[in-house]
């Protein structure tokens, strides 16, 4: 029972690299969500997807880029990474939209840029 | 800019008491309320999603109610035990933002129930 799968689980990369954060989820959902959790902070929505080949921006989107070529995978990139995005990273899928179901998350990828 | 605050952000009780935890939202102009247990180094786990339409939505010994009127929500548990502790996120889907799936999360309050 996967269900929402991220790897890594924990990263350190130095200021300018670039790195991709896997997630992929085998329950057949359409959404795919990314977001980001800074420290004693809520979630904020970074890129989702609402299906294979579309994707939209969310709240802070901006450094990042999102591809969903499949179902079940939805890759996050950092191109440049900066300080400002060391950050907790989670993952979430659904059925159907935020409107109509809970998201199932998974537990994250912990990311620090130095 | 819809704005969710949870009071207190942290509560430590003795196992077996009833609580509340606190969330509320600026905007009453929300499609759904949803509560989020969060156990540490874990993502969240749905609790309860209250439709717009909706006054509560139940699961076990959890009670979620939603007064959009005041711009509020309350998560009840009942009988608390030390499998509860975590930290506790609500979240508003807020209508007024561009596209559905704007999710408006509050900071958490970390419940710890002590044996």
């Known amino acids: 029972n996967a269900g929402v799968t991220q790897t890594p689980k924990f990263r350190i990369l130095k200021i300018g690299q670039s790195m991709t954060l896997q997630c992929t989820q085998d329950?057949?959902?359409?959404?795919m969500y990314w977001y980001r959790q800074d420290p004693g902070m809520g979630l904020k929505l970074i890129y989702y997807?609402?299906?294979?080949?579309?994707?939209d921006k969310g709240e802070v989107p901006n450094g990042y880029n999102v591809s969903r070529s499949t179902t079940e995978d939805f890759p996050l990139r950092l191109e440049l990474a900066a300080p400002s995005q060391t950050s907790v990273y989670f993952c979430?899928?659904?059925?159907?939209?935020?409107?109509?179901?809970?998201?199932?998350f998974g537990d994250g990828t912990r990311l620090s840029i130095l | 800019k819809q704005e969710v605050t949870q009071i207190p952000a942290a509560l430590s009780v003795p196992e077996g008491e009833n609580l509340v935890l606190n969330c509320s939202f600026t905007?009453?102009?929300?499609?759904?309320l949803q509560w989020f247990r969060q156990d540490p180094g874990k993502g969240l786990t749905s609790l309860l999603l209250?439709?717009?339409?909706?006054r509560e939505q139940t699961s076990g010994r959890l009670n979620a109610s939603l007064d959009k009127s005041s711009g509020r929500s309350t998560l009840y548990i009942a009988a608390s035990q030390p499998g509860d502790s975590a930290t506790y996120l609500c979240?508003?889907?807020?209508?007024?933002?561009?596209?559905?799936?704007?999710?408006?999360f509050g900071k958490g309050t970390k419940l710890t129930v002590n044996p």
């Open positions: 979430a899928s659904s059925n159907q939209g935020a409107r109509y179901q809970p998201q199932h």
């Open positions: 329950m057949n959902h359409n959404y």
């Open positions: 997807s609402v299906g294979a080949g579309i994707t």
């Open positions: 905007d009453s102009a929300i499609y759904n």
């Open positions: 209250i439709q717009s339409s909706q």
């Open positions: 979240a508003a889907g807020d209508r007024a933002q561009g596209g559905s799936e704007k999710l408006v």
